[in-house]
């Protein structure tokens, strides 16, 4: 239900309430006929013989004047209470109608519910309050209550006893939730002193009941639809559109947080031996035995085709692996529900953790734990990597030894192609790598992230193969058109990735080498730490690069003028922090590449 609210009411020296400023006409009132009449039947007898006027024509006069004072001194109180009734009525209608306007828009049980606990004081006086309402096990919790409700668990279960048996209870005001004729809580008054409610009253905590009705019912079909949009149709898990919304509002600076990858081994193989119905029911099922295993401990989204995200928090190293473990011991055991006539299904597992370092968004560690359940699936089926450390650190006997020297064929062979192509490109790319890891090894990253900087950086610019060498090599300014085409280089390089087998953790850093720290760069237009932070190094490695090297349209600047570029273009084209740390490399980047 949300959290518990608990609404302090204001104190005052001396309060005149409504009941005791009408007792206090009425008393007046009392007093003003009676002193007359007392006064005259004391005095008429006396004053009639002294004025020698004869004593029963007096009494009549005296009689009528008596019975118009009266009857004036009533009409004028009946008037004066009228007054004040309707100028009351006439503040509670303004209060109610507000409230009415204001919570419609609510999607929130708890925003409700502070609401109530503010308005409703000041409709009706000298009352406490609280707000009970109904789970779907069917027991009751106090989400909100004024002070005189500060109550324990075992005087929340009394209070809703007393409320379900209200002459013991001592209540003046009991109102139903109720919506779809289904009772959902309670909205209940208990007085301060001994009273009780007069009929606007009543009428007033009647409609102010209806309406937190109709407000529940909006915000239970808002829920409803809102969960639709976040979870997926076919494993019922969180969806990728809600991991972005969570992450947004919940991501916390600090260390202690991890994300778990999870890819399910050879899929695609099952889906065309199976069929699709037979691979949707193993995605159900992987989904739910990954909830029953990790579910208590963090946050579960299906991401893709074959891969669900598992985000922990306060976690250490040993409790995430031994999460990890659970999860492949839950798939190996459990078989009730997993299709039946086919193989064992297992998972890749990567994990990623939160470092001191400070430079790791939710993205870049997401990243990390991918590509730690890609070099997964490279050593065999079921395996667990932790990023940054050897597979024997994560409880995994695996073969991982050649993982990177299949890539770096790879690797090499698409570099050589686009140095073939464009001259000044030789030893651009290898520089651009020299650099990179570096400045990688000087903020402080581990061994795999510098290594997949320097594979990014090693391919950063292989699009180019796409670009006509006249383009590439041309000695004057490129014109607007020819500007277009080289800018799209670097989707061009990310998408020739995508198609490489295992390589896919290195399109990040690809496609954002040429975005601002400003937003004014390309492809996307990516601002500050929403670029990746692989990409923020490769921007600043390959403009240096480009300033000290000869290029067909341009000839080389000093090491000491391409320091002041950096420094003048820090905060605005690069990341200000990784500026300083390249320039304060320089004197080492200088020797590395002589």
């Known amino acids: 239900m949300g959290q518990k609210y608990t609404k302090t009411s204001r104190r005052y020296p001396f309060v005149i309430s409504r009941r005791l400023l009408i007792g206090l006409l009425y008393s007046l009132t009392s007093i003003i006929i009676v002193l007359p009449i007392w006064h005259i039947s004391k005095y008429a007898e006396k004053a009639a013989k002294t004025l020698s006027i004869n004593l029963n024509e007096t009494l009549i006069l ?5 019975a118009a004072w009266v009857f004036s001194n009533i009409f004028l109180l009946l008037k004066l209470r009228k007054y004040l009734d309707e100028k009351r009525s006439k503040k509670q209608f303004e209060t109610l109608k507000a409230f009415q306007q204001e919570t419609l828009s609510l999607l929130s049980v708890d925003a409700l519910c502070q609401r ?4 409703l004081p000041n409709l009706i006086n000298d009352v406490d309050i609280f707000i009970a309402l109904r789970n779907e096990a069917g027991s009751y919790s106090i989400i909100g209550s004024t002070e005189g409700f500060s109550l324990t668990q075992e005087e929340n279960i009394k209070a809703i006893e007393e409320v379900e048996d209200s002459a013991r209870g001592g209540y003046i005001g009991i109102s139903p939730l ?18 009780k409610m007069n009929y606007q009253d009543v009428k007033c905590f009647q409609q102010f009941a209806d309406h937190v009705s109709l407000c529940l019912k909006n915000i239970n079909i808002y829920q409803r639809r809102y969960q639709l949009t976040i979870r997926d149709d076919l494993t019922g898990l969180y969806n990728r559109r809600y991991f972005r919304e969570y992450m947004a509002k919940n991501w916390p600076e600090r260390e202690g947080q991890a994300f778990l990858s999870l890819y399910i081994d050879d899929f695609e193989l099952y889906k065309e031996l199976y069929g699709g119905a037979c691979s949707d029911e193993i995605l159900k099922w992987c989904g739910q035995a990954i909830l029953s295993s990790a579910g208590e401990d963090g946050k579960i989204f299906y991401f893709s085709s074959d891969e669900y995200i598992v985000y922990l928090l306060g976690k250490t190293k040993d409790e995430i692996l031994g999460i990890a473990h659970k999860i492949q011991e839950t798939l190996k055991q459990n078989h009730e529900g997993r299709p039946e006539g086919i193989p064992p299904v297992t998972v890749s597992i990567g994990i990623a953790l939160q470092s001191a370092k400070g430079y790791h968004n939710d993205a870049e560690i997401l990243k990390q734990a991918e590509c730690a359940a890609l070099y997964s699936k490279q050593n065999g089926r079921s395996g667990i990597e932790l990023y940054g450390t050897s597979a024997e650190e994560a409880g995994q006997d695996t073969k991982n030894k ?39 090894q000087k903020i402080g990253l581990n061994s795999d992230e510098i290594r997949s900087i320097k594979e990014a950086a090693l ?24 500007y277009e085409i080289v800018k799209g280089h670097a989707a061009a390089s990310a998408e020739m990735i995508h198609f490489l087998p295992n390589m896919s953790y290195v399109i990040p850093a690809v496609l954002s080498h040429h975005e601002r720290y400003d937003g004014k760069g390309y492809p996307r237009g990516l601002t500050g730490e929403e670029i990746p932070l692989s990409g923020r190094i490769l921007a600043i490695c390959d403009s240096y690069d480009a300033m000290v090297s000869e290029r067909s349209y341009k000839e080389p600047i000093s090491v000491e003028a391409a320091v002041d570029e950096l ?28």
């Not at 109530?116 to 308005?119: D, N, Q, R």
């Not at 790879?410 to 030789?426: G, H, R």
């Open 116 to 119: 109530i606990l503010e308005v």
């Open 459 to 482: 391919l950063h610019d292989i699009g180019k193969i796409g670009i006509p060498e006249h383009i590439l090599n041309k000695k004057g300014k490129l014109t607007a058109e020819e």
């Open 62 to 66: 005296l009689t009528l004047g008596l």
């Open 178 to 195: 109720k919506y779809d004729n289904l009772l959902k809580g309670y909205l209940c008054l208990r007085p301060k002193e001994k009273l």
């Open 567 to 594: 420094k003048k273009h820090k905060g605005t084209q690069f990341d200000p922090h990784l500026a300083d740390a390249f320039i304060s490399l320089i004197p080492e980047i200088e020797q590395a590449v002589n």
């Open 402 to 440: 050649n993982t990177y020297s299949h890539i770096s064929a790879t690797v090499y062979a698409l570099t050589a192609a686009i140095n073939a192509k464009d001259p000044y490109a030789a030893s651009h790319s290898s520089h651009v790598a020299q650099y990179a890891g570096l400045l990688a």
